[in-house]
């Protein structure tokens, strides 16, 4: 009787599901505005073909819903928006985001910090992406209407740190927008298969094994999470 074994590797992706993040509040403006009986606007936004930069350019695009809302709060000085306002009016934003992000295969992955500087991504996965932005407060000489943010964006167009502006008008003046406190979780669980194999009487008989290994990253306004770049960030590898 012979026997062998061959062993062969057989990498399958899945995405994971599992993904948990903190949403932070946003900061209080330090002064006080009359409040009105305003309600917040919201508008929807799916954004296609988003390119992810991390340590060292860009490692994913993302696919992902953007809920956008913007709260009042009151009137404001004129002199908050500019010297020649007739109208000025406090708000606040926030975003939160919700979907999937593929990765380029080869690229630097997204934590380039530490013992990962120099880290290539491996393979072309897909994995679940969340995260969430605060504005402080802002001024503008309109009010926002939720029509004129667009339904989809495509590519890099738009870029989040200014996401609030798209709610006024062109002829408005926006002053102050500034994204004090945000996070970005990412997280792929990768499946691997092992197929062994032993050979008797000239018949093959085999069994599958399998194993996971989820990677996470995340990157967010803290200081020890450093842009992403820190220790305990974390890495995407492929």
Same mark, same amino acid.
């Given at each position: 009787?012979?026997?062998?074994?061959?062993?062969?590797?057989?990498?399958?992706?899945?995405?994971?599901? +599992?993904?948990?993040?903190?949403?932070?509040?946003?900061?209080s403006a330090?002064?006080?505005?009359?409040?009105?009986?305003?309600?917040?606007?919201? $508008?929807?936004?799916?954004?296609?073909?988003?390119?992810?930069?991390?340590?060292?350019?860009?490692? $994913?695009?993302?696919?992902?819903?953007?809920?956008?809302?913007?709260?009042?709060? %009151?009137?404001?000085?004129? $002199?908050?928006?500019?010297?020649?306002?007739?109208?000025?009016?406090?708000?606040?934003?926030?975003?939160?985001?919700?979907?999937?992000?593929?990765?380029?295969?080869? $690229?630097?992955?997204?934590?380039? &910090?530490?013992?990962?500087?120099?880290?290539?991504?491996?393979?072309?996965?897909?994995?679940?992406?969340?995260?969430?932005?605060?504005?402080?407060?802002?001024?503008?000489?309109?009010?926002? +209407?939720?029509?004129?943010?667009?339904?989809?964006?495509?590519?890099?167009?738009?870029?989040?740190?200014?996401?609030?502006?798209?709610?006024?008008?062109?002829? +408005?003046?926006?002053?102050?927008?500034?994204? +004090?406190t945000w %996070?970005?979780?990412?997280?792929? #669980?990768?499946?691997?298969?092992?197929?062994?194999? #032993?050979?008797?009487?000239?018949?093959?008989?085999?069994?599958?094994?399998?194993?996971?290994?989820?990677?996470?990253?995340?990157?967010?306004?803290?200081?020890?999470n450093a842009?992403?770049? &820190?220790?305990?960030?974390?890495?995407?590898? %492929?």
């Open positions: 009787m012979l026997k062998t074994i061959v062993t062969r590797w057989l990498p399958v992706f899945a995405a994971s599901a +599992a993904l948990s993040f903190a949403v932070a509040g946003a900061a330090s002064t006080s505005f009359p409040h009105p009986h305003s309600q917040d606007v919201t $508008a929807t936004t799916h954004l296609t073909d988003r390119p992810d930069s991390g340590g060292n350019g860009n490692w $994913a695009t993302d696919d992902f819903t953007r809920h956008a809302t913007i709260t009042p709060d %009151g009137t404001a000085p004129l $002199a908050d928006c500019s010297p020649t306002a007739t109208t000025c009016y406090a708000y606040t934003a926030s975003l939160k985001d919700d979907g999937t992000f593929t990765t380029i295969n080869g $690229a630097f992955t997204p934590n380039q &910090g530490g013992a990962d500087v120099g880290d290539l991504i491996t393979a072309k996965v897909t994995g679940r992406m969340s995260g969430y932005g605060d504005f402080t407060t802002f001024y503008a000489t309109t009010k926002p +209407a939720a029509h004129l943010v667009p339904q989809h964006v495509s590519g890099s167009n738009d870029p989040s740190y200014l996401w609030p502006d798209l709610f006024f008008p062109s002829t +408005a003046t926006v002053t102050g927008v500034n994204e +004090a %996070g970005y979780n990412y997280s792929v #669980t990768i499946k691997t298969v092992t197929r062994s194999c #032993t050979v008797v009487r000239h018949r093959h008989h085999c069994t599958s094994h399998r194993s996971y290994q989820t990677q996470r990253w995340a990157d967010n306004y803290t200081v020890s842009d992403g770049q &820190g220790a305990t960030a974390g890495n995407i590898t %492929g």
